[in-house]
């Protein structure tokens, strides 16, 4: 895989988090695959509200608008669980576009029978629930386990996080997930250090997201609108 140039679009305004989140992501890409972050010009400094989802979902189809004009990116992906401004984007851009929660989730399907999702923030659990129905997933969904504490304050403390965790992943498994998808930027690297303490497979949603718009790039796939 070569000369391949993907843009991370963090749906909020929080710059620190656009060069960790891209720093991050880099990391889990292939050789010639080069990723460059973008920042929300506007909105919340941390999405965890559904109206700040939807304000957000308005600066990223603007956003898409602009990369449309300049063409230079091979992908785009969005860096927010939940995806804000995904199908819109997908309507402005020739080339693929993912999010976060829509890779994951389809990762998930394509690894084990039924999938949960564990994420930070009580009001992403509604808002979760409407988009794996969106995405026509409902069927292998085993439901969303949220915790108090919104991502951005789990990225703070991750070692306090890390037990509240694991305790909603094998809350998942018992009903009935077999994949648990860790949602959010607070919670990249947790799949990995949990893993070997969790009776269900987790997965990270940020290396999700890599790993399929790489593979979408590299094969100029386009996914369908939803």
């Known amino acids: ?4 140039r ?6 909020n305004t929080t710059s620190a988090m656009t060069e960790r989140m891209t720093r991050q992501a880099q990391a889990m890409a292939p050789a010639g695959v080069v990723i460059e972050g973008l920042t929300a010009p506007r909105g919340a400094s941390y999405i965890s509200t559904p109206e700040a989802a939807e304000d957000a979902a308005r600066v ?6 602009i990369l ?7 992908g785009v992906m969005i860096s927010c669980f939940g995806d804000p ?5 997908r309507t402005r851009l020739s080339v ?4 976060m929660a829509d890779a994951s989730c389809h990762v998930a399907t394509q690894l084990a029978d039924r999938f949960a999702i564990v994420t930070g923030g009580r009001a992403w ?5 409407a988009f794996v129905e969106r995405i026509g997933l409902a069927s292998r969904f085993a439901g969303v386990r949220t915790l108090d504490l919104t991502g951005d304050r789990i990225a703070a403390d991750p070692l306090r996080a890390e037990a509240l965790v694991l305790r909603e992943i094998e809350a998942a498994h018992q009903k009935g997930a077999d994949a648990v998808v860790l949602g959010g930027a607070g919670l990249v690297g947790f799949a990995e250090r949990l893993s070997p303490q969790s009776p269900a497979l987790v997965l990270d949603s940020l ?16 996914p369908k609108q939803t």
């Open 1 to 4: 895989m070569t000369d391949i």
């Open 6 to 11: 993907l843009a991370l679009i963090n749906a």
């Open 60 to 65: 990223v189809a603007e956003m898409a608008e």
């Open 68 to 74: 449309a004009q300049g063409q230079a990116y091979q």
């Open 85 to 89: 401004g995904l199908f819109a984007a």
């Open 96 to 99: 693929p576009v993912l999010g």
């Open 125 to 129: 659990g509604p808002m979760l629930e």
């Open 207 to 222: 290396a999700c997201l890599v790993s399929q718009a790489c593979a979408m790039a590299q094969f100029g796939f386009r």
